[in-house]
């Protein structure tokens, strides 16, 4: 284990790990210059715009682009037939996960573009490329789609049922993966013979991602060197850079450049490769000539991948004491036309590694099926099976309470994994490490003043309110961290860069990963640039996704760091003339053990630009491309308490009062965790509150626009209280826990268990997501009348 | 894509000429947010655009002879609120138009616009219908003065002849001790809009009320005067029992558009709560006042 951050200086040096350093970035973003994308241009580009099926279902018989051709400006038509006869690959699900029989998952890869049927409105069939966006979408209306419509079908458990529309001939049942964990007997003799079960029929409300910038990619095609380049908003360039080599262009990887500049919001959506992108980089080789596509905002809801959308059965059993003695979840994930890389695994692994929480559970089954329907593909969106499943056992755990009258908090408590018991194999396959969840939701209690609820309670009632107040306990499995480079590069003008393949999509990587190498190396933290976003400098690369992004590449920055002082060690030795063992490393500066003869890393790497006349056997500079391997899943949790009031005469929901206390490990950078923890909250207010994307029978996204798609704003919350309560994790050199998907996994339960708390006393036993106030006073209106 | 015309004529007449002229290939521009933002989505397509805010009758805000106001219909809600006594009179009429958008639509938007986009939730017309506001409307074949509940006829329609313009609000002088209030309810959620927008307006003479006038907007197809509510109010305390006869005038007054999900019950109880709480807060003012 590193000592990085036990040294002493924690929390004392100004931009050491620990302080709430303000993000590098920023001033850049806030005068406007950013490069996203779209700001993206380059020499002599055409744009595209894609041809979409206005159909969820139907067959392809044609597509008649006669009159868009001759339109102004046009300059190409390509449709999957081009791409087809240019040999193009299609984008595939390599996931490892097994049905329960042991099938592997049940698809058909992806082409860009249809060919034979189309699957879902959105479905693009074709490009057209013109001088102007403006002539490529004007010409784009003109093409002609000759489309026999077939029924559709939306929802994932109609979907799965006989007799449905199938949307592909291979796939039985439009089942992508029947999965099951669990030992199905030992769970059902659990259900018999416990002394309470409660039941929950829960719908996972399907969501429209809103990245606030919208997709956009540049192709271009160097003929000389036959190689291409994708500037995209992307999770990683690495990633990206090897799914369209390998799977789509079947190139070597390095023929493949990809370049990300700033992404304006991803959460998960911008991970995976699109039909966009293969369509303007083929296109740009075709062409010779760059071409851009950027979406608008009403392509975003159709073109960009949904989040959620599952709809489950859960089930807990509890002893005469209230202890859980087995959790059920069955039900169905919906993916919508196409698999994306990883959209089998909410439903379904996903929802198993994180329902058990940090509840002590002896058995747990979960039976899912991810199937497919006529809607946008859904992907993983913030928490991507997190949030999901905590949500299904805190609401079991609330609902359970109430129904054996026992105070919910105390019911948790029973229930709760105790330090003492940690590391805990968990029934699900987990090994927790470390944490401390009762203390946890104790301080949680404690900050919402727990005892003054009754007399704001009555406060409230006296205005005709009903308030009400929820406990979201959380504990999440984030992604485990493959192999990520930690490059440190000291540059010709002094500058120091980290190079590593997580990206920065919003969250602000910059300064807590300049903090770690800053702590490290001592080496001025002004002065500290990072690259993550061009594939070319990257030798290794996971991406961000599963909140691993400061395990891994932290990590991977230390772990580079100290081949680092290694290095500069045996330079120090030979400039000091004396041996590499009486030169220590310490405060940022190499030191003749015992005298006050010092040189930093900065001077160092200073004198090593001047030229040092070095023997052969030493390095020429302290530049480092390291790969860290791996490092296992890390269990960030907390706990959220959340009170309300609804208006019961309009269905209104208000929030009132926001607290938590988290563990999110060793802390690198407070501000910044503490914004992701608020970003998150607000996601999960979205869902739980306002946001569904509805579809009609016919496939149609009823909620095609912001004008029937409500996303919170900063009215719509309270300022929240923050705490932690920090037990550094023991699986990788920092103790990070990862923090970016937490926000929602707390929110949602706490959320809808405070809705529920107020309107129980009317008889309200459950209210699906999102809780509009039109659904809220109908449950009212319906309590009332029952 | 055809090419647009621009007009920005300094009279009225010349606005009316140049805008009959053209025979309905021509829009009206007042603060474009409606217009533009329709243009934009390519909705309506103009030959000619006629920009009303050079002309003065239709950017003023002046008291008429008799002690009320009259407001040109191109005013925008940044400019009323500036205006130093308007507020105070009629804030319920200002908060239905500044309740429109943000802080930069309001320094364009104007009541005209809002009335004569015809949309039934638009937000300051509940206001001026419970004002009795009367709409001065100019054409080829002169003037004419028509309540200004008259105006719409449906969604996106008005009673407006071809090439006539909107010229201005009138609204009466007002007794002592009368105050008006706007309140909108926006559940902000899948598949809705505004789902009520109620408009009250009071004399009161101690604890009774003398006088009312109740507009509901975002219910029917059009803005509408809800003139069961109002009978219901006068000359009474405000009492409970009033309160809910007003309130279910106000229910029974709707006809709401769509019922895909319910919304009709929502919609027609949640007009009776706002109705409710817009009297409490109008009586507020007008005892204050
Ligand atoms: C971001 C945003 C938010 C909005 N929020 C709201 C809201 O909360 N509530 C709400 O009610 N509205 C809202 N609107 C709609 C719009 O702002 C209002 O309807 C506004 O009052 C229109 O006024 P305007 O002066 O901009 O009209 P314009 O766009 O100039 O005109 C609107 C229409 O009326 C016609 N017209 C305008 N003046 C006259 C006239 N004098 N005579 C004849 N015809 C005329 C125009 O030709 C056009 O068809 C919003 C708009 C935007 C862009």
Excluded at chain 1, 558 to 584: C, N, W
Aim: glycine fraction near 10%; aromatic fraction near 6%; hydrophobic fraction near 40%.
């Amino acid at each position: 284990m590193d000592s990085v951050v036990e040294d002493n200086q924690l929390g004392m040096m100004k931009y050491g790990i620990g302080q709430p350093v303000t993000r590098s970035e920023d001033p850049k973003l806030l005068r406007g210059e950013g490069n996203y994308t779209d700001d993206v241009n380059l020499d002599g580009q055409a744009y595209g715009v894609m041809v979409r099926s206005p159909y969820a279902h139907g067959t392809l018989n044609g597509i008649d682009t006669a009159e868009a051709s001759t339109a102004p400006g046009v300059i190409a038509i390509l449709t999957g037939a081009d791409l087809d006869a240019a040999g193009l690959g299609t984008m595939k699900c390599g996931l490892p996960l097994k049905g329960r029989d042991g099938s592997p998952i049940n698809y058909v890869p992806r082409p860009a573009l249809a060919t034979d049927k189309v699957r879902y409105v959105g479905d693009p069939v074709a490009i057209v490329i013109a001088e102007t966006a403006t002539q490529a979408r004007d010409a784009a209306e003109l093409v002609e789609l000759d489309i026999d419509p077939l029924p559709a079908v939306t929802d994932a458990r109609a979907a799965a049922e006989a007799g449905a529309p199938q949307l592909y001939d291979s796939v039985s049942g439009n089942t992508a993966i029947d999965f099951q964990y669990g030992d199905t007997a030992k769970v059902d003799t659990a259900f018999k013979e416990a002394s309470h079960q409660t039941r929950l029929n829960i719908r996972n409300n399907r969501i429209v991602v809103s990245a606030m910038e919208p997709r956009s990619a540049v192709g271009s095609f160097d003929a000389a060197s036959e190689g291409y380049t994708l500037n995209v908003g992307c999770q990683g360039v690495f990633g990206m850079m090897n799914t369209l080599a390998k799977q789509v262009f079947n190139i070597e990887p390095e023929k493949m450049h990809v370049v990300t500049g700033n992404v304006g919001g991803s959460f998960g959506m911008k991970a995976g490769a699109y039909p966009e992108y293969i369509c303007v980089l083929h296109a740009a080789k075709v062409l010779g000539r760059p071409v851009k596509w950027t979406d608008d905002r009403s392509g975003s809801f159709l073109s960009d991948c949904h989040g959620r959308d599952h709809d489950m059965t859960a089930e807990l059993a509890l002893d005469a004491d209230g202890k859980f003695t087995a959790l059920r979840i069955t039900g169905y994930g919906n993916v919508g036309a196409f698999l994306t890389a990883v959209s089998p695994m909410m439903p379904t692994m996903n929802t198993l590694k994180n329902a058990n929480s940090v509840y002590r559970l002896p058995l747990i089954e979960v039976a899912s099926k991810a199937v497919f329907t006529n809607t946008t593909p859904v992907t993983a969106y913030r928490g991507a099976g997190r949030p999901e499943a905590n949500y299904y056992m805190e609401r079991l755990i609330e609902t359970a309470a109430r129904e054996m009258g026992i105070d919910a908090i105390e019911l948790r408590r029973r229930n709760q994994i105790l330090p003492s018991e940690i590391p805990y194999a968990a029934a699900n396959g987990m090994n927790y490490d470390s944490g401390d969840f009762p203390t946890i939701m104790q301080k949680a209690v404690e900050a919402s003043d727990w005892d003054g609820f009754a007399a704001r309670k009555a406060e409230s009632e006296k205005r005709g309110k009903l308030r009400g107040r929820g406990v979201g306990c959380y504990l999440e499995v984030t992604a485990p961290v493959q192999e990520e480079m930690g490059g440190i590069r000291f540059e010709e003008n002094g500058d120091v860069t980290i190079i590593t393949g997580t990206l920065d999509y919003g969250q602000g990587h910059w300064t807590p990963f300049a903090q770690v190498l800053h702590q490290k190396l001592g080496v001025p933290f002004e002065r500290i640039r990072l690259i993550q976003g061009d594939s070319a400098e990257l030798i290794a690369g996971g991406g961000t996704g599963g909140s691993k992004s400061i395990m891994a590449s932290g990590a991977a920055i230390l772990e580079a760091s100290d081949i680092v002082i290694d290095k500069g060690k045996k330079i120090a030795a030979h400039v000091f003339e004396t041996a590499v063992e009486d030169i220590v490393f310490e405060g940022g500066a190499f030191q003749v053990a015992g005298t006050d003869r010092t040189v930093t890393v900065t001077e160092l790497a200073e004198q090593l630009r001047g030229g040092l006349d070095l023997p052969e056997d030493l390095p020429r500079d302290l530049s480092v491309k390291h790969i860290f391997d791996a490092a296992p899943s890390a269990f960030p949790n907390g706990c959220h308490v959340c009170e309300l009031e609804v208006d019961p005469d309009t269905g209104v929901v208000e929030i009132d009062r926001y607290n938590m206390v988290n563990d999110f490990g060793t802390v690198v950078n407070p501000l910044l965790v503490e914004g992701q923890a608020h970003g998150g909250i607000v996601q999960g207010l979205g869902q739980a509150l306002m946001e569904n994307a509805v579809y009609d029978s016919e496939g149609q996204l009823q909620t095609g626009s912001y004008m029937d798609y409500a996303v919170p704003r900063a009215s719509d919350v309270p300022s929240f209280t923050f705490a932690t309560h920090a037990v550094p994790a023991t699986t990788n050199p920092l103790g990070a826990k990862g923090c970016g998907e937490a926000g929602c996994a707390g929110s949602l339960p706490s959320i809808m268990n405070a809705l529920v708390d107020a309107l129980a006393p009317l008889g309200v036993k459950h209210i699906d997501m999102p809780a509009t106030p039109e659904k809220v006073w109908a449950a009212i209106q319906s309590a009332k009348a029952a | 894509m055809t090419d647009i015309q621009y007009v920005a004529p300094s009279t009225l007449d010349e606005a009316v000429g140049a805008y009959a002229a053209a025979k309905g290939a021509a829009r009206i521009l007042a603060g474009g947010t409606d217009l533009l933002v329709q243009m934009r989505a390519g909705m309506v397509k103009p030959g000619l655009i006629v920009d009303i805010k050079k002309v003065a009758e239709l950017s003023a805000i002046e008291k008429t002879p008799e002690g009320g106001f009259r407001i040109g219909a191109a005013v925008s809600g940044a400019v009323l609120e500036e205006h130093p006594t308007f507020g105070k009179v009629w804030p319920g009429v200002l908060e239905g138009l500044n309740l429109i958008g943000s802080t930069q639509v309001q320094g364009r938007a104007s009541a005209g616009g809002n009335l004569c986009n015809g949309s039934p939730a638009a937000d300051s017309i509940p206001g001026l219908v419970a004002a009795g506001a009367i709409a001065t409307v100019q054409g080829p074949n002169g003037r004419r003065n028509i309540p200004v509940e008259q105006v719409p006829t449906g969604p996106g329609k008005t009673s407006l002849a071809p090439g006539e313009i909107l010229v201005s609000f009138t609204l009466p002088p007002r007794p002592a001790h009368s105050s008006d209030a706007y309140l909108r309810m926006i559940p902000r959620t899948e598949m809705d809009i505004a789902v009520v927008g109620c408009a009250v307006s009071l004399t009161m003479d101690g604890d009774t009320c003398t006088a009312a006038r109740v507009s509901l907007g975002a219910v029917a197809p059009t803005v509408l005067l809800v003139e069961d509510a109002a009978k219901a109010l006068v000359l009474t305390k405000l009492d409970d029992a009033s309160l809910d006869k007003a309130a279910a005038a106000c229910s029974a007054a709707c006809n709401p558009i769509d019922d895909k999900r319910g919304t009709i019950a929502y919609r027609t109880k949640v007009a009776g709560v706002l109705l409710k709480r817009t009297t409490a807060i109008a009586a507020e003012r007008a005892k204050g006042g």
